[in-house]
């Protein structure tokens, strides 16, 4: 298997602008994460899906970001309008749920926002 | 809220040193997790910890589980230069489903 795949691997964008993160899981993963990284906050759990229904979303910092599965192979995490403070890696991370524990994460997109 | 502390923040030794690192709560997690994670990767888990006691090895690594299930520690036996990373714990929700990630230790060994 590839493992969980993300796009793109790094992204520059201006203030204001929209962007938008790619993952698709491993196959047969039942549960998908999207964390953000930094040096201050450290990893933390945005929101995660069961079966491509959102399940806990109350780590999105704001309404300005959104994320959907609209199928069990791919989910997006959307940033509108995008803020410097935005700034971090994003990673996704797939699982087969409680029966295992173990997360498998991408490599992670590198967002900069100027 | 479940917070996990980790301990020390940065860690920079030399080759062949032994070293602790440890992931403190104030809440009790019904298993804990220590993942490794390197530049430019995601974090890879390295072992599962799930009963109070509990103490599982990993070659020169050595994980210990508390007895309440709070607390643990990583303990690294002979350091070499591959052993550099961003070691993070994480302990799972009630629901065993998400995972609560402490801040890391970033550690660093020189030959």
């Known amino acids: 298997d590839a493992g969980v795949i993300q796009s793109p691997r790094h992204e520059v964008t201006e203030m204001g602008q929209e962007v938008t993160l790619r993952c698709k899981p491993i196959?047969?993963?039942?549960?998908l994460f999207w964390y953000r990284q930094t040096m201050m906050r450290g990893l933390e759990l945005l929101i995660y899906?069961?079966?491509?229904?959102?399940?806990?979303d109350s780590g999105m910092p704001e309404d300005r970001f959104s994320a959907k599965m609209p199928n069990a192979s791919f989910s997006t995490l959307k940033i509108q309008p995008s803020e410097p403070r935005d700034s971090a890696v994003y990673f996704c991370a797939s699982s087969l749920g409680p029966s295992s524990g173990e997360q498998f994460f991408g490599p992670g997109t590198r967002l900069t926002v100027l | 809220t479940q917070l996990l502390e980790q301990s020390p923040q940065f860690l920079s030794i030399q080759e062949g040193e032994n070293l602790t690192v440890y992931c403190n709560s104030s809440?009790?997690?019904?298993?804990l997790q220590w993942y490794r994670q390197e530049p430019g990767e995601g974090p890879v888990l390295l072992v599962t910890?799930?009963?109070?006691?509990e103490v599982k090895k990993l070659k020169r690594l050595t994980f210990q589980f508390g007895d309440a299930r709070k607390d643990s520690s990583l303990h690294i036996t002979a350091a070499q230069p591959g052993d550099t990373g961003l070691y993070l714990c994480a302990g799972a929700n009630q629901a065993g489903t998400a995972l609560i990630f402490g801040k890391g230790t970033t550690l660093s060994v020189s030959s």
């Open positions: 196959s047969g993963h039942d549960y």
């Open positions: 899906f069961n079966n491509n229904v959102p399940i806990d």
């Open positions: 809440s009790v997690f019904s298993s």
């Open positions: 910890v799930v009963t109070g006691g």
